[in-house]
């Protein structure tokens, strides 16, 4: 039995024994690869054909140790990113959905300094061949890096001892344009990547650990090396009930121009992890030059940041009630260099079930002492005062084996001091119309008013400071989706998703930072208003024609369009009615992958 009051079910469980004189095969196994795409782009009616093949490989070294490599892999199947623009100054963390990097990947979530998203990631000078090249026609320019191999290697000895080893390589990333007179250049938008992390992982009982790693990015051409070594520890009690976690990360970067450049990052936290009643408490501190990010993901550094949290959970069914869980969390925040107070944030959540499966929730915030923002004005040293507010949010989501149902959520946040009020709600119904049809749609609408955000900055020639211009805006965001899923046969499947995003921002007025985080009215008069429309469909046709092995007929169809100076009073199906009369971009592919077991032959040999 597992008791679920005991935080771990790995540490509940049993052992099995008596595994004596067992003689594991051969385990080899290869999937190669064969794809065709054609893209067409209405925007200059130009059609490009290309193919593409590649393998992966997947070796058991021993019991327990597993090497896979992909080489020259293709992920044109893999559903398109739910992206959304943001208006903050920090970069959008999005969810890994290459099944190569997200398969095995345990090891290395060690020490939060692995993002695989790095590798084959969208070419640093992407944004600068598209926005600053307006007299020349773009002909090529790949959003994504060209990933030549990945390779992991990942597995436990004996005495516990968990090993890892990663390794990916991007290649020269080139963007190719024409100028007036047809002659065509090229530029080098991302150079050679080299992707490396080591990870060694220590077991000890009561699910207790000792991790090291390092990570390691290296671009020869501009002699570029990024280097992140750390350590990472968890220690718990023998009844499982107290544990105190911490890691210790340093960064490094090394430039053939500059000085090597260090930062790090420390972290403690203590916990009581079961009963009824939990808490914990912990201190976080991310020094002002630590950056993982060439591998990692730290969108937030030069911070201190320390809280406690406490939990009442209900495991037993009391009435009506199946389970109930209720957090509260205080945290707060200072800037280091200088050392100034930021944030205090009280959150409050609460999540129970009925005995009917339905689920509901509710969630609220304060930041009752206002937040002093460093990141928004973009310039080092300024911050802006935002003033103190909150906000709340509820959710239900019924019994998902029912034929039909609806999740739905709603939630709002104020701030009194500058009339700011924002609101947001949405619902996603489920119909099950078979055991083989589930369609789910959803359309999610937020609202914020007198939202105060960054525009620019320029250099004040009298002063020799930067001027600083924030504005205020109404913010409108309409997200709407479309998930099919249609299983003809228990071998052939269909997958389609289509995705909308639509933002809206309407500047109202304009304002200079002052020094101490005020706004004061300016004259500034530039139109700065935009819209933004993305737009995704994929379509995946799938039939597994043998074990492993997969035929894949994929479409895809993707718009990307900011428009300035839009009219305000467009409504949304007018801006829909627009956004079609925009180029898109279409693919087509086919693909197809053949499983190869070394096991088959071996049978076939043997017969």
Known sequence: PIDI?????LSQSGELTQLIDLKPPLRLSATPYVSATGNYYTGNNQLSLDYNYGLDLKAGLSESFTLDLTLIPDFGQVESDETIYSLSPFEVYYEEKRPFFTEGTELFSKGEVFYSRRVGARPGKYWEVENNIPDEEIIENPESAQLINAVKLSGKTNSGLGIGVFNAMNANTYAIIQDSNGIEQKIQTEPFTNFNMFVLDQAFKNNSFLSFYNTNVYKPES???????????????????????????ISQHYTKENASLYGKRSTLKLAKISGTIRAETWVDVIGKNYDPNDLGFQPITNILQNGFQVSHNIYEPRGRILKWNTILNISQSYRIEPMKFTNLSVNLNSIGTFRNQLTIGAETQCNPLGYYDFYEPRVEGSYYYDYPSYSMTFFTSPDYAKTFIIDDHVGFSHSPYRGQFSYWFGIEPRWRISNSFLIIPSITFNFQNNNFGYVMDSLNNQTQMQDIIFGRRDLET?????????????DISLKFNLRHYWLRVDYLSFYDLQTDGSLIENTYNKPEDFSVNLFNIDMVFQWNFAPGSELLVI???????????YPNDINYIENINQM???????????????YLDWQYFQKKKNK
Do not use: Q
Request: proline share 1%; no cysteine; charged share 25%.
């Open 478 to 490: 309409i997200t709407s989706s479309l998930s099919v899923n249609y299983i003809f046969t228990k």
């Open 5 to 9: 009051k005991v935080k771990g079910e």
């Open 223 to 249: 002699n570029y090396v990024a280097n992140v070594t750390g350590t990472e520890f968890r220690l718990r009690d023998e009844k499982n009930m107290y544990e105190i976690d911490g890691l210790l990360n």
């Open 555 to 565: 479409w895809k169809n993707a718009l990307y369009e900011k428009d300035h100076g």
């Open 580 to 594: 079609f009369e925009s180029p898109f971009n279409n693919s087509l592919s086919i693909k197809a992958i053949f």
